[in-house]
């Protein structure tokens, strides 16, 4: 038997307000936190960034899914390095303000291999129709070329959103 959690209203109250003191654009409502597990464990926010302290609330909104279809239109293994974020874990990642991990609507994630790297892409874009953004190393760390318009000859990392 699986031991179930209840999150307090407290609990929730204390994540939102973080919303408020991050100045983020706008503050999830409580019905949107949940306690459910997510199919790949690092779209929640790692131990090491926030230390767990919202643990076990978070937002998953669709993210489980997104992830779960691009990996499996993709054919193969996703290195997911990132999904929802809290706004303090946000900050220490320099997500930007207004950053989608913040509202479980974005993931990250790294490939062993350019090629691999332009297959998750594809497979994100054209079958779960996600906008993703590649990075080039040695950029600033903000920049960004979107995919299929702009694709650069070397990528480290990758970033997939939602706005629905």
Not at 102 to 126: E, H, I, K, P, T
């Amino acid at each position: 038997m699986e031991a179930s959690i209840t999150i307090t209203q407290d609990q929730v109250d204390f994540l939102r307000q973080e919303y408020i003191d991050f100045n983020a654009p706008w503050v999830p409502d409580p019905y949107m936190f949940d306690t459910s597990s997510p199919y790949y464990w690092k779209l929640l926010d790692p131990p090491d960034v926030d230390w767990g302290r919202h643990e076990p609330w978070h937002i998953l909104a669709n993210v489980n899914w997104y992830a779960y279809d691009t990996e499996w239109f993709y054919g193969g293994a996703v290195n997911f390095t990132s999904g929802y974020r809290c706004p303090t874990g946000n900050k220490r990642a320099n997500g930007a303000l207004d950053s989608n991990h913040m509202y479980g609507r974005a993931f990250d994630f790294v490939q062993y291999s350019y090629q691999s790297f332009l297959d998750v892409a594809y497979a994100a874009y054209n079958y779960v129709w996600l906008n993703v953004l590649l990075h080039k190393p040695g950029e600033p760390n903000n920049l960004y070329h979107r995919f299929p318009d702009d694709i650069p000859d070397a990528i480290d990392r990758a970033h997939a959103e939602w706005y629905w």
